[in-house]
């Protein structure tokens, strides 16, 4: 169907108003679920949580994806990019460039481990040692008076996407259902 279509642009004219919609509702949520300030404690505390939780010899893809739920919970929202933008432009780059590598490195290490291809593990171990460095690097940028606020929520987010931590609610969910 050929796009000059009239019928053709009323749809598309809809389905463009519908996306504008759906950006606009998420992003009046968003304003009023966080504040500017909160949405940055959050974030660098979420990118933090990410660095601290995939440093180590462990190579488990299930740890990276626990710890990143929510962080990709906000990205994926329609107004996310909106919200950034408007309220936390000086971060809004290096964020979304952090998160698109956080889920490219979770899936490039996940596949060759669910595999048992030890190169593609390597591989992605490389990849994500690289993004920690440039984490690193973003991470100096937390405000001064944010600091102790990122540092407890960060401490929060580690706690709670630990083995332990999921194996215990694991166990409550599994008597509850019994």
Do not use: W
């Not at 490195?105 to 190169?119: D, R, V």
């Not at 593609?120 to 100096?140: C, M, N, P, W, Y």
């Amino acid at each position: 169907m050929d796009v000059q279509h009239p019928t053709t642009r009323i749809f598309l004219r809809e389905s463009q108003m519908k996306k504008t919609l759906e950006t606009i509702t998420s992003y009046i949520s968003l304003k009023r679920q966080y504040s500017p300030e909160d949405m940055q404690i959050r974030l660098y505390a979420s990118i933090n949580a990410y660095r601290l939780m995939t440093d180590g010899p462990s190579v488990n893809p299930m740890d990276y994806m626990f710890v990143t739920q929510g962080i990709f919970g906000l990205f994926e929202k329609p107004g996310f990019n909106l919200y950034m933008r408007l309220h936390a432009r000086a971060i809004c780059i290096p964020i979304n460039i952090i998160i698109r590598l956080m889920v490219r490195t979770t899936y490039a290490l996940y596949e060759p481990t669910m595999a048992g291809n030890s190169k593609g593990v390597e591989q992605a171990t490389k990849r994500i040692s690289r993004l920690h460095t440039f984490i690193d690097g973003f991470l100096e940028t937390i405000p001064k008076q944010h600091e102790t606020a990122v540092r407890h929520l960060t401490y929060q987010l580690v706690d709670k996407n630990s083995l332990k931590s999921r194996m215990e609610r694991l166990m409550v969910e599994q008597e509850r259902g019994e």
